[in-house]
């Protein structure tokens, strides 16, 4: 059974840095590639990174580019995202994702990020 | 970068037939392959049409989809509506590394 576990999630003032994490089981995951997405408060989703399964290629959305940074480690089945210089649009519901080709397969349930004073 | 647009809210009768349409704002909506997406209140959202038209096994073949060039546009039908459809919708395509979800729609069924 797939699973995707994210943590590292909570509050956190503007303009620090925090990193999520989100291990994997269940399949064998450096053949895939790794999302996160994120969804606000009662908005709809938006994605944010994109890894390739060797870390060759990887994309951000333009709103998180320069201060998201998205890795991996395979030996450890497991996606990180670091976020730094955060501000209360980030607020979100963070995703880890698992890609199959041109789509998203498996989703975790996410964990609550807010960003606030 | 590209926007996907998708109307906000459509609402259609248990038995009816739905449409939802998703704009693709520049380049060709046929040039990369277009996933649609169901996300029910409180849960994680789950694939329901992939690769333009292919359906994951267990999505049932009341799901359809399509794209038209002309109009640059994809489309989620949904025949034989059930109350179990009711649900927020989103259409997502990428171009190179970046991917671009749809604005999402939500789905009615009264």
């Known amino acids: 059974e797939v699973q995707l576990v994210e943590s590292g999630g909570g509050l956190v003032q503007p303009g620090r840095s925090l990193r999520l994490s989100c291990a994997a089981s269940g399949f064998t995951f450096d053949d895939y590639a790794m999302h996160w997405v994120r969804q606000a408060p009662g908005k709809g989703l938006e994605w944010v990174s994109g890894?390739?399964?060797?870390?060759?290629?990887?994309g951000y959305a333009d709103s998180v580019k320069g201060r998201f940074t998205i890795s991996r480690d395979n030996a450890k089945n497991s996606l990180y995202l670091q976020m730094n210089s955060l501000r209360a649009e980030d607020t979100a519901l963070y995703y880890c994702?698992?890609?199959?080709?041109?789509?998203?397969?498996?989703w975790g349930q996410g964990t609550l990020v807010t960003v606030s004073s | 970068n590209f926007m996907l647009t998708q109307p906000h809210s459509v609402s259609e009768s248990p038995g009816k037939t739905v449409t939802i349409s998703c704009t693709r704002s520049?380049?060709?909506?046929?040039?990369?392959?277009v996933q649609w997406y169901q996300q029910r209140p409180g849960s994680s959202p789950t694939t329901v049409i992939y690769?333009?038209?292919?359906?994951p096994s267990g999505v049932p073949d009341r799901f359809s989809g399509s794209i038209d060039s002309s109009s640059n546009s994809a489309s989620l039908t949904i025949s034989g509506l059930k109350t179990e459809d009711e649900a927020d919708y989103y259409c997502?395509?990428?171009?190179?590394?970046?991917?671009?979800f749809g604005g999402g729609t939500k789905l009615t069924v009264l």
């Open positions: 994702a698992k890609g199959l080709m041109s789509t998203i397969d498996y």
């Open positions: 520049s380049g060709s909506i046929a040039s990369n392959y």
């Open positions: 690769e333009d038209n292919q359906r």
């Open positions: 890894i390739s399964w060797n870390s060759g290629s990887i």
């Open positions: 997502q395509s990428y171009d190179s590394s970046i991917w671009v």
